[in-house]
């Protein structure tokens, strides 16, 4: 892939995370695996990742890790704790991230978190611009840096730059409910390219454009500013062969073997996220309960395994949601449990690769419960790695990933008897009718995989940026309007085609207000009585007669 040339990534977090012993580990999170895992397998090798390196770099810190820095290919900002506390934790996880997955309740529209995200956005938009170049790409990543991509137009009127969303987009209703709509709406605009990850998404950011700018699009191209600007769909992708491999490490295999033994003939649902409302955690815990009340006969013969991430730690919501599952965790345990037997095990903690993929390929039934989700790729990594083709995939419809993997037992998460009766099902199922689903699930992800994702990405934002370029204005320069005007007075007839809106005026939302006023009148008359010269206006109005007698 030529395009791009060099190639600047922007997220709230670099891939690296400085500790405050300024050790440096890998930083967590699907967007950063995907996003790795995409520069390692594509053709890139001129690019740099701009981001928080996880505290405050002091002057002396950031000189000590200035190489360190610099052979990763990253280049922290610098942002105090208190403020990337009010950032982070405030507007985007109190006003942003609760909106956008619909869960209104939990906002809190507070004036200081949304000046705090200004600061800081302006601090990343003067981040990159130090390392802006004429053959500079820039790829702006989610909710976190929304006013990011205006920020750099204003700097860089031809900069190419893509935005990608890796959260929901909500309904255009949910949307104007923001006190800030305009501006974060408006910082998105500044990017050429706009990704989401479901077609949903994407309709959803173009209905709400009609509805704020009167901006009408056609298939997802729109003009904004006088830049075409596009918006569309790219379901994010992972590294297939780096999950459907994990097999064969003799590390993983070990792994398994342990878990296997340490849980004998007993069936494993196994479920990992984050800490977080949206997950459906509780709803599971619930299902699961139910299962145990009417099955008898299961009970002492599965385990519910939890790893729930520790996330968002500062956020009081978070807080209580911690002690409402681990109360419910310990109540049904404490109603079916035996010396022998603990029906739920819970676990705090992140999973590296090699635990995770473990786990993947020791249990039965993978739980994705999401109450909603831009797309989930834990669903995704799951049926990947089950090379043996066992396993079963429950998965909530309105996870991002369910468009995409509908063999899975597709649920409400909210209907907690379709939750039952699916980990019923789950555990039921035969070996070739997991082989069946599994099989056209991992032929799907095999072929629109990170690379695919990344790739199409890039090729569609060079696409607008070629599309710009045709309809780009070409300048007058001061020898081509000399030129001009030598052919105007040598020519024995002349006629002068002249667009009106959006050029002898500009353009305006009701068209009664784009009149021509007295100077233009005047040119426009001028211009007709010249000898051997006709004035011809270009509109899509209705005809009127001017006083002067000339025709619109």
Request: charged share 25%; with cysteine.
């Amino acid at each position: 892939m030529d395009f791009p040339k060099k190639l600047i990534i922007v997220s709230n977090r670099l891939p690296v995370t400085v500790h405050s012993d300024l050790t440096i580990s890998r930083s967590p999170g699907g967007l950063v695996s995907g996003l790795e895992s995409f520069l390692k397998r594509s053709s890139i090798k001129d690019y740099i990742w701009i981001g928080w390196p996880g505290s405050y770099l002091s002057p002396s810190a950031m000189d000590q890790l200035k190489s360190k820095f610099k052979r990763l290919k990253t280049y922290p900002i610098s942002v105090s704790s208190k403020q990337f506390e009010k950032f982070y934790n405030g507007f985007c996880n109190k006003v942003l991230w609760p909106l956008f997955h619909e869960f209104l309740s939990y906002v809190d529209y507070n004036e200081e978190y949304w000046k705090t995200y200004v600061a800081v956005n302006k601090v990343f938009c003067n981040e990159v611009a130090k390392h802006v170049t004429p053959d500079s790409v820039v790829w702006v990543h989610d909710y976190h840096l929304l006013l990011l991509p205006s920020m750099l137009r204003s700097l860089f009127p031809n900069l190419p730059i893509g935005f990608f969303l890796h959260i929901p987009f909500p309904s255009p209703s949910i949307f104007m409910q923001l006190p800030w709509r305009k501006e974060l709406m408006e910082g998105m605009l500044g990017a050429d390219l706009i990704g989401f990850h479901t077609y949903e998404y994407t309709t959803n950011f173009l209905r709400t454009l009609i509805r704020m700018f009167g901006i009408d699009h056609k298939s997802g191209t729109f003009f904004y500013q006088d830049r075409v600007v596009r918006a569309e769909t790219f379901p994010m992708g992972i590294d297939f062969e780096l999950f459907n491999n994990a097999s064969r490490k003799r590390k993983i295999k070990n792994l398994v073997k342990r878990i296997r033994e340490q849980f004998g003939e007993k069936k494993i649902i196994f479920s990992i996220d984050r800490l977080d409302y949206t997950k459906g955690i509780y709803n599971r815990l619930l299902a699961y309960e139910r299962l145990l009340q009417r099955r008898p006969d299961l009970r002492g013969k599965v385990v519910l395994l939890i790893i729930i991430v520790p996330s968002r730690i500062g956020v009081e919501q978070y807080q209580r949601m911690k002690r409402s599952l681990e109360e419910k965790i310990s109540e049904i345990n404490g109603t079916f449990g035996t010396i022998e037997w603990t029906p739920v095990l819970y676990y705090n903690k992140f999973l590296n690769f090699e635990e995770l993929t473990a786990h993947y390929l020791a249990s039965d039934v993978m739980l994705v419960t999401s109450l909603k989700d831009g797309m989930n790729l834990i669903a995704k990594e799951f049926v990947a790695s089950r090379k043996d083709g066992k396993g079963v995939l429950i998965l909530s419809e309105f996870a991002g990933s369910a468009k995409e993997l509908g063999e899975a037992l597709i649920v409400n998460p909210n209907s907690i008897e379709e939750l039952t009766s699916a980990i019923e099902k789950a555990l039921g199922l035969s070996e070739e009718e997991m082989r069946e689903r599994l099989s056209v699930m991992q032929e799907r992800l095999r072929r629109y995989n990170i690379l695919k994702w990344g790739t199409d990405f890039l090729s569609s934002l060079e696409h607008v940026i070629a599309e710009r370029m045709k309809l780009a204005t070409k300048l007058l320069t001061p020898a081509l309007i000399d030129k001009l005007k030598e052919s105007f007075h040598k020519a024995h007839k002349r006629i002068l085609f002249l667009d009106y809106d959006g050029t002898l005026v500009p353009f305006a939302n009701r068209p009664s207000l784009a009149k021509p006023d007295t100077h233009l009148l005047s040119l426009l008359s001028a211009l007709s009585q010249l000898a051997n010269t006709e004035v011809v206006l270009i509109s899509g109005r209705k005809k009127k007669i001017w006083k002067g007698g000339s025709k619109d």
